[in-house]
C-alpha cells in the first residue's frame, strides 16, 4: 500500500484484499483509512516481535500460496488485484540471477516504491546471491542530481528503472564516469535512448512484461542499438516461459506479422481477485498446450516475430498506456471523470508534447458552464493516484463522432496551456519572472506561462521537474533542490525562492 495513494484508494484495496493483518510505520498510522485489521508498527513494536519464538518463522508456506496480490489500474474504474503465487516468484528469479545476473561483490540500486511490482526484483534477488542493496527515498530518485552523487558515492553497480528515469539522468549529465549494469523497462525503451545509454559503456538489459505474467517475461541484451526510429527488441522469453504471437482467431502469425501477444507458463498469475469473469477473458485455455489447465494470459500488446527470432513490441490494442512505466488504465480515469455530478461525457487519452513527454489529457462535456479545471483535477486527486491525475482537461461542447457513432480520438483537438490556466493570466514583469517563466514555457512545450501558473496543474510532474531544476541551475547558478519546486511551484514563488 503506498501511503501517497488517495485514502478511497487505499480503502478500498483493504477492503477487496479482506487484510485481516497490517504492516506499518508510527507515523503513518494517521494516514490510514478506517479499517477493521490487527496493526503492527514494525518500528515501535519491534522489540514485542523480537522477544517471540523463532520457530513461529517456521510455517507451513509451499510454492503454490500466493507471495502477493499487487493492484493495477482497472478499466472498470476500480483497481484489480493480480495474485501471484511463490513458484512464479522463484522462476523469475532464479532466471534473473543468471541473466543479466548479480554477483555478491555488486551493489544493487532500489529506487522503486514497493507498490510496484519491479520492487521484487531490487529487494529479493540480491538477497538470494549476497549482493548489497542500497534502498534510497523516494525524493532522491526522483532527484537527477541527488541519484547521480548516490551512483557515484555509494558505487553503485546494478540498477533497475523505467526508460523515463534513465533520460532523466543522462539529461543531468549522467555519463561514463559511471558505467552500470542497466535493466530497463515498464515502457518502450526507444533505439535513441538505447543509443546514448550505451554511450555511457554501461552493459544494457531491455525487459519486457506485465503484472500478471511476474514481472518481467521477456529479456534481451542489446549491445547495439537500432538504427530505425522504433523501439528496441524485447528479446526472448525468460525460462519456462512460453511466449506466442496470435492473430484474432488464436492462430499464431508468420515472421514480420503483427499479432497480439500471449504468454504462458510457471510466470502465470492465478487471476484477479474476487474478480472471475475478468479471470477467465484475460487468462484464456493455451491451445498449444498437452495439459488441459495450462493457460495463456492475453497481453493487449502488439508484437511480432523479427527474422532472428527475437520479439519487437509494436503498441497496446486497447486503450491501457504506459506513462512513466505507470500502468494505466484510460477507461478508469474516465470511469471516476464520469462520477463527478457535472460531467455529462469524457474520454481520456495519452498523448506526446513537443519535448517528447507523454502526458495525460482529459476531455470533459458538462452542463454547468463555470466547471473549472481545477474543481475536476482535485476531485480526482481525492481518488487516484498522483501519476494517474491528466495534467490537462478540455472542455468541449461536444465529443466528435466516428460515421459509426464511436468516439473519434484523433479529432480531439490538442489541448494549450490557457485551456488548463486554473489562474488569471499575468505576464511576467521583472527580468528574473521572464527567465523562470521562459524555463516553464521551454519544459512544459506550452507557449505562454504567468506568474502565477503552477508548474504541476500546467502539465509539470517530477521527472520534467528535474530539467526544470537543471535549467535555474545554469540560469541563475544557484543550487535549487527538487522540494523547492514543490514548494513554491509558480513563478512568482521561485523568483523568491532564487
Partial sequence: ???????????????????????????????????????????????????????????????????????????????????????????????????????????????????????????????????????????????????????????????????ATWQMLLASGWSSHYPLKVLCGGEALSAQLAHQILETGSELWNLYGPTEVTIWSLITHLRVATTENKPSSIGRPIANTQVYILDPQLQPVPIGVAGELHIGGDGLARGYLNRPELTQ????????????????????????????????????????????????????????????PHVRQTVAIATTDAAGNQRLVAYVVSEEETLSTQQLREFLQQQLPAYMVPSAFVILDTLPLTPNGKVDRKALPAPDGDIERTQEYIAPHTPNQEIIAHIFATVLGIEKVGIHDNFFELGGHSLLATQLTSRLKQSFTVDIPLRAIFEAPSVEQLERTI
Fill in 281 to 340: 477473458a484475460k487468462f484464456i485455455p493455451n491451445p498449444f498446450a498437452p495439459d488441459s489447465s495450462a493457460r495463456l494470459y492475453k497481453t493487449g500488446d502488439l508484437a511480432c516475430y523479427q527474422p532472428d527470432g527475437n520479439i519487437e513490441f509494436l503498441g497496446r490494442i486497447d486503450h491501457q498506456v504506459k506513462i512513466r512505466g505507470f500502468r494505466i488504465e484510460l477507461g478508469e480515469i474516465e470511469a471516476v471523470l464520469s462520477n463527478h
Fill in 1 to 163: 500500500l503506498d501511503p501517497s495513494y488517495p485514502t478511497e484508494r487505499l480503502s478500498y484495496m483493504l477492503s477487496d484484499a479482506g487484510i485481516e493483518v497490517l504492516l506499518t510505520q508510527q507515523n503513518l498510522l494517521s494516514t490510514l483509512p478506517s479499517h477493521v485489521a490487527q496493526v503492527v508498527c514494525l518500528d515501535t513494536d519491534g522489540g514485542v516481535i523480537e522477544s517471540h519464538s523463532q520457530e513461529n518463522l517456521v510455517t507451513g508456506v509451499n510454492a503454490d500460496n500466493l507471495a502477493y496480490v499487487i493492484y493495477t489500474s482497472g478499466s472498470t474504474g476500480e483497481p484489480k488485484g493480480v495474485q501471484i503465487c511463490h513458484s512464479s516468484v522463484v522462476n523469475f528469479l532464479s532466471y534473473m540471477r543468471c541473466f543479466p545476473g548479480v554477483s555478491p561483490e555488486d551493489t544493487f540500486n532500489a529506487v522503486t516504491t514497493i507498490s510496484f511490482d519491479i520492487a521484487a526484483l531490487e529487494l529479493y534477488l540480491p538477497l538470494l546471491v549476497g549482493a548489497k542493496i542500497l534502498i534510497v527515498s523516494s525524493e532522491v530518485a526522483t532527484d537527477a542530481d541527488r541519484l547521480l552523487s548516490e551512483l557515484s558515492e555509494s558505487r553503485i553497480t546494478v540498477m533497475q528503472a523505467t526508460p
